[in-house]
């Protein structure tokens, strides 16, 4: 049959259909019965009309999926094909059930080839993405173990499939589905000579689940991140900042966003608050900034409640408990909650000039719209940290950012794309642009922020969700779609979370708590 002469057509199988399907299903299973009575078919049809599939070719019947809800704490544990039916041969669909149990596919032999099987799983699949249940069961026969039995146990014999050192027509084509083997069951179906009366239990896992208890308090899965690609300009008060940050944190909640992002060290340009004889005391300059820091904190704070949004607030200098200063990145939830991220890494330059010290813990952030992390500028130029905070289900990274070269803006952008890539996560680089020549301590300013994403089928072909134009002010938008972290995690191309060797290499996070006088041998 050539491909010119096929008219395929995927819908739901019908009572009408009983005839052809009792044609095919002889064909097929004429070593285990045969088929399915009709009054047993029709009550599939009538409880469960969705999860009965078929393909026709001209009004030919030529692939059929059968499928019944059932519960999936029961199914996913040992039993036998026998638990699926009732008195009568009537199959027992659980209308409360959270998962579907396959129970035939079958193709007729003139359309083998065609991957007719494949599309009907795929349908199937889409089924249970749709009904928002948990997986879809299959108990698989192994109909090549007869061939092996002598040598070869069960397991080993599933092992050897697994490895495609053996090809068995239904394990094989179930594993190239995406269905994994949950366990070994036996006297599944006890008249299957060819499988010994062994059968696998396959699981389907729908990572798009939510289970019922959660779904009225489900965080979003769209979240839209607003920017401020923030232009370096002298103020003549610290009210003047502040008002300024407001007219931005307005615009963005003026779009909806869930998240204003601005840039590392955006209030530096309070240092020009004093004269210029004292800024040349660099010391002195970014304690008299760190000054602001409480001010700062306490009205960002205010802004996220009142404007509905949550504020990534770059980062200011803060005076530590031992009086030394750490770069803080501060979390400003619209709830009133206030967290921080310290910079860890701290650049040759703040290191020198400004006597800066790093900090030592590193965490990811539950927000109303996912789970976050926050990393100053060069922290992503180590990619432990992204890795950790990956480990941690972190769906968003920002990284407020301050860089005074093209060169220097280069090595934050690169990395920032290679940790989302790796991670499978959205970045935010957020930077600052121009400069104050008024103003000592300052810079010349080199910023284009961006929103990258993973690489993959699902994003940008270039992972680049927005971008700005250079040096220039502005706010920008770009809205994350979370579903898809979740599935290219699982079914991307390439999964690089999954892959990793973990028998060969790990990563974990110090515990530094002797810095506080601990004992680490109590």
Known sequence: MSLEELHLNLRNLMSDDYDQ???????????????????????????????????EDDGLLVG?????????????????????IGHREIILNDEDGDAMYGLDVLIHPDYRGYRLGRRLYEARKELCRSMNLRAILAGGRIPEYHQH?????PAQYIDKVSRKEIYDPILSFQQANDFQVKRLLRKYLPEDEQ??????????????????ASVLDNKPTQVRVGAVQWQM?????????????????DALSDYQSDFAVFPELFNAPLMGLQDRAAQQDQMGAIRFLAGFTERFKSELSRMAVSYNINIVGGSMIEVGDDDRLYNIAYLFHRDGTVERQAKL??????????????GDELQVFDTD???????????????????????????????PFWTDTKNGYLRVRHCSQARAIENECYVVLCGSVGNLPSIENLDIQYAQSAVFSPSDFAFPHDAVLAETTPNTEMIFFSDLDLTRLTVVRAEGSVTNLKDRRKDLFDLRWRDWSWKSGANLED
């Open 345 to 358: 890494h701290i650049t040759p330059q703040e290191r020198r000039d400004w006597v800066i010290e790093g």
């Open 195 to 212: 499988s010994r009366g062994y059968a696998t239990l396959l699981e389907w896992n729908n990572i798009l689940f939510e289970p019922a």
């Open 233 to 249: 300009r002298e103020f003549s008060s610290v009210e003047a900042a502040l008002q300024q940050i407001e007219y931005f944190v």
């Open 369 to 399: 719209a996912g789970r976050v992390g926050i990393l100053i500028c060069y922290d992503v130029e180590f990619p432990e940290l992204g890795r950790l905070l990956a480990d941690q289900d972190m769906d968003i990274l920002f990284v």
């Open 64 to 84: 059929v999926a059968l499928t019944v809800q059932v519960d999936y704490d029961e199914f996913s544990n040992p039993h036998k094909y026998d638990d699926l």
């Open 21 to 55: 399907l009792k044609a095919l299903m002889d064909a097929v299973y004429h070593d285990i019965g045969g088929a399915w009575p009709k009054r047993t078919i029709d009550k599939l049809i009538q409880e469960f009309p969705d999860g009965q599939i078929a393909i």
């Open 149 to 153: 039995a002598d040598e070869l146990t």
